[in-house]
């Protein structure tokens, strides 16, 4: 396997810098902590909120041929019967009888020892473990009151075709963009956020006319990948990697990965699939509706194919920290900095007072009440400037503006950029449109 950097040095550091910054916080942390579930703290909810706002940028505000959905998350068997995951969305589990770990077969190193307590031949047979939550609507229990939680947010966009296509008057080819929440009993879940059992999702699903699936299903490779390396990912550290046909869900005739360079070697981000027509013939038949495109010009009905563009949001989000991360001696002295790109950046804009003293308050409000209405900005007067500086970096502020005591004679700020260093004099008024030049 490919190794990117030491695995616990980067990993540990992240972790460490998330919990201490308010990034990502173990779930329940009061009580011991919840197995690999976490929360998104004040800094961390930003930054996944900058992601999620990013692709719906790309993927539904700029363009006239998608539009957006937020179905539930709870929906009946009768769905998911359709989709085919109460037949097919399990991974093979093996119980090790020594030690009552369990595994996915699939990820063992070696089939014949328990990684756990090294017993020999120790495991189980195989059995398909499915992956979907189940739980009860309503006070009573039992058959009729199943239901469960989206381990996908895809099939909303399938069991809502008809009603999206009529109501938003939308002709194939154009797609359907949701971003939520789904979850999965992942038997080994693990890697901080790269996989976990709550988790979000970024799924677009593009309805084409069937003879153009293929060059659909180009186009969505390329855009995907872009849409990484325009945030930032370096080049080295993502690829596309077509499946090979072993490897293929039960819906799809062709998917590529894009993946990135984890710390362990590469890891998927998002899965491009065509979907061929398997979702909306399956739904049809299932539910007895017409999930059909009239097309007038031809004079028929067909049923378009589907091309999915399936992202992670939380495991894009660790990437996008992985790929900022980066330390650099400046005096001896190590400073550690997320480069992010300002959209990515959790605040964009630090407002800091050169000290608490009260003669400086009022202009550094001032500041704060320009520029926080137009770019999510921090406020900051704890600790010296130096200390905030530093904090400010690792968060990933692209800039921080100073208020010092020159400030009151000249109404002036010093702008300092996160990546050089560098400090700007320039006027209160002016600093609106130096900031606008630089920042979206
Ligand atoms: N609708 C297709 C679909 O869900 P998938 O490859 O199973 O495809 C899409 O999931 C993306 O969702 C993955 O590429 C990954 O980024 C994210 N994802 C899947 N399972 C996850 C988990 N357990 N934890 C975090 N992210 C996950």
């Not at 299932?286 to 939380?314: C, Q, R």
């Not at 010093?414 to 006027?427: G, N, W």
Request: glycine share 6%; charged share 30%; hydrophobic share 35%.
């Amino acid at each position: 396997m490919e190794q990117a950097e030491p695995i616990d040095s980067l990993m540990e550091k992240i972790v460490n810098l998330c919990k201490r910054r308010g990034v990502i916080f173990q779930s329940a942390d009061i009580y011991g902590g919840f197995r690999s579930t976490y929360d998104y703290g004040p800094v961390g909810s930003l930054l996944l909120r900058n992601v999620k706002e990013a692709w719906w940028k790309s993927m539904v505000q700029l363009r006239h041929d998608v539009v957006g959905l937020d179905a539930s998350i709870l929906s009946p068997p009768a769905v998911w019967e359709a989709s085919g995951h109460l037949e097919n969305f399990s991974d093979p589990l093996v119980d090790c009888k020594e030690c009552n770990e369990r595994f996915r077969e699939d990820q063992l190193e070696d089939l014949g020892t328990c990684p756990a307590c090294k017993a020999e031949n120790s495991f189980t047979e195989a059995r398909a473990f499915n992956l979907m939550f189940k739980t009860h609507a309503g006070p009573v229990e039992g058959t009729g009151h199943d239901v469960y939680l989206r381990p996908e947010t895809a099939q909303g966009m399938f069991t809502n075709f008809k009603l999206v296509q009529e109501t938003a008057r939308k002709k194939p080819p154009f797609g359907i963009a949701q971003i939520g929440k789904s979850f999965r009993n992942e038997i080994t879940p693990g890697n901080f956020v790269f996989r976990t059992r709550e988790f979000e999702q970024m799924e677009m699903e593009f309805f084409v006319p069937p003879n153009e699936a293929n060059e659909w299903f180009e186009y969505w490779c390329k855009e995907r990948m872009n849409w990484y390396l325009d945030l930032g990912i370096p080049e080295e550290k993502i690829q596309l990697r077509p499946h090979d046909a072993d490897e293929l869900s039960h819906y799809s005739s062709g998917t590529s990965d894009i993946e990135f360079l984890f710390p362990w070697g590469w890891g998927e981000l998002e899965g491009v699939a065509n979907r061929g027509d398997f979702d909306l013939r399956a739904h049809a038949q299932h539910s007895g509706e017409k999930l059909t495109y009239f097309d007038p010009e031809l004079g028929e009905h067909y049923v378009p194919h589907v091309i999915e563009p399936a992202a992670g949001a939380t495991r894009s989000m660790m990437a996008f920290l992985l790929a900022a991360y980066d330390e650099e001696y400046v005096n001896d002295d190590l400073r550690t900095v997320l480069r992010f790109d300002e959209r990515i950046a959790p605040y964009k804009v630090a407002v800091l007072p050169l000290s608490r003293k009260e003669t400086l308050t009022p202009t550094a409000q001032e500041i704060f009440d320009l520029v926080k209405s137009r770019w999510m900005s921090d406020y900051d007067e704890t600790q010296n400037i130096g200390k905030r500086y530093r904090r400010q970096d690792e968060l990933g502020t692209p800039y921080c503006v100073t208020i010092d005591f020159d400030t009151l004679d000249d109404r002036a700020v010093t702008i300092r950029d996160r990546d050089t260093m560098e400090q700007d004099r320039v006027s209160i008024e002016q600093l609106v449109n130096y900031l606008g030049e630089r920042l979206s």
